[in-house]
C-alpha cells in the first residue's frame, strides 16, 4: 500500500487551519496549531505562497488564503452548476432523440465528460463520465475550439492525431471546419473518431456569454444519419437543449 506524502498532507492541514477560525494566522499559530517547527511551517507557507494557494499581509505578516484556491474553487463550481442545470435537459435530450448524450468541458488537451445520459434502450451501455474526448476530431471537442480560444490554442498547438481515414488533421482545413461550426452554431463528427458512430453537439454558455462547455447527441451512424448527413431534427434538439441549459445559467437569449 503506497504511503502519503507528509508535506502534501501538512500543506493540506494548513489550508484547513487557515479556511476556519480567525482569517489570518501568523506563523507561530500555524507551526503550534498544527505541531510543527517553525521552519518547516515556514518553508511549507513559502511554496504555497509561491504558488498563489497562501497570501502574505504585508503589514502584519500573517497568512490567509490566496486568490488561486477562490479560481479552483469557482472551477470546480461552474461544472458542477453545469452539470446541475443540465440535467433535466439532457434526461429529455436521450428520450425523444433515443440517443446517448454526453456534456463536456475543456480539461487540460481534451474534452472531459462530466455527464452522460445513455440511450433509453435495453443496450448494454458503459457509463463515460470522466472519460477524455479529444479536441480535434469529436463533435464536443470542435465546439469548444471554435467557442474557446483557450481550447482553440490547444487544438492547433497540439498533434491532430488520424483516428480514422475521415479524420481532419490539417491545420487550414481544421480552422475551415471551426469557422463553419461558428457560423452554423454545431459541429459534426461523423466516423472521424470513432468508425460507425456519428454525433452532433453544441455549446453551452453563461452569464457572462462564455463557452462553458458543449452537449452532444452520438449514435451509430445508421440512427443519426440519413444518406450520409446529420439527421436536422437530431442538429435541432441539441441546439435547443444547449440554448435551455444556457439560459438555465443566465446566458439570456443568443
Not at 453563461?206 to 446529420?230: K, N, Q, S, Y
Request: charged letters at 25%; proline letters at 2%.
Amino acid at each position: 500500500m503506497a504511503k502519503n506524502i507528509q508535506s502534501l498532507e501538512r500543506a493540506a492541514a494548513m489550508l484547513r487551519l487557515l479556511a476556519g477560525g480567525e482569517r489570518r494566522l501568523g506563523l507561530s499559530d500555524i507551526a503550534s496549531s498544527l505541531g510543527l517547527a517553525k521552519g518547516t511551517a515556514h518553508g511549507i507557507l513559502r511554496t504555497l505562497q509561491a504558488e498563489g494557494f497562501v497570501e502574505q499581509d504585508g503589514a502584519s505578516g500573517r497568512y490567509q488564503l490566496g486568490a488561486e484556491l477562490l479560481r479552483l474553487g469557482n472551477s470546480y463550481l461552474d461544472v458542477h452548476e453545469l452539470r446541475a442545470r443540465a440535467l433535466v435537459w439532457t434526461d429529455d435530450l436521450a428520450r425523444s432523440s433515443g440517443e446517448s448524450v454526453h456534456l463536456g468541458v475543456l480539461h487540460q488537451q481534451g474534452v472531459l465528460v462530466v455527464h452522460h445520459v445513455f440511450r433509453p434502450d435495453d443496450s448494454r451501455q458503459v457509463l463515460e463520465v470522466g472519460a477524455m474526448q479529444p479536441l480535434h476530431s469529436t463533435a464536443l471537442g470542435k465546439v469548444l475550439s471554435a467557442y474557446d480560444p483557450v481550447a482553440h490554442s490547444e487544438a492547433m498547438e497540439t498533434e491532430r492525431q488520424a483516428l480514422t481515414d475521415r479524420t481532419i488533421t490539417d491545420a487550414a482545413d481544421f480552422e475551415a471546419v471551426l469557422d463553419l461550426t461558428r457560423a452554423r452554431g454545431w459541429a459534426a463528427d461523423v466516423e472521424e473518431t470513432w468508425e460507425g458512430v456519428a454525433s452532433v453537439a453544441a455549446p453551452i454558455h453563461d452569464r457572462r456569454r462564455m463557452p462553458v462547455g458543449a452537449v452532444a447527441i452520438t449514435g451509430a451512424v445508421e440512427r443519426v444519419c440519413d444518406g450520409g448527413d446529420l439527421r436536422s431534427e437530431l442538429v435541432a434538439a441539441v441546439r435547443d437543449c444547449a440554448r435551455a441549459v444556457s439560459r438555465d445559467l443566465g446566458a439570456g437569449r443568443f
